[in-house]
């Protein structure tokens, strides 16, 4: 018996879609759309969770403090099923992180709370699980 498990160590994959009508940008599975069409190549990166919403860093000039934008988030956990919600969700805070990448603060206006309970309980026992390993790799 093995007392590393590979599969423990198999990240979740994350998967954010975004929407702003009043830029009339969208960033869906690896890129930028304008009016529709694919522009670029763009990444979105979960870097909090809040109470309701998160932080997340974007590509520059997607969205402002004060906009409404629509959102979904996929979250494929390899020992589990993928848990997701869509949700509407306020910018509170757009700040510049790069030339290229903007951090922006969401707060949900609309959204299933059992779905985001859900999600949030997902990422935390992940946590857990992983600050058990550590605890036992150090022998606490």
Known sequence: MSLINPA?????????SLSNPATRTAIRHGSRLFD????????IDLLELHETGFV????TKTCASGQIISLEIQVADPNAATI??????????CETASTERDTVTL???Q??????????EGFTRRQEEI???????RGL
């Open 8 to 16: 423990d160590f198999s990240p979740r994959k994350v998967d954010i």
């Open 36 to 43: 529709g069409r694919e522009i670029a190549p763009a990444t």
């Open 56 to 59: 997340l860093e974007i590509p």
């Open 84 to 93: 997701g919600m869509k949700a509407t969700a306020k910018v509170t805070l």
């Open 107 to 109: 707060s949900f206006i």
């Open 111 to 120: 959204y299933d709370l059992q779905a985001w309970s859900g999600l949030r």
């Open 131 to 137: 600050m058990d390993f550590l605890r036992t790799a």
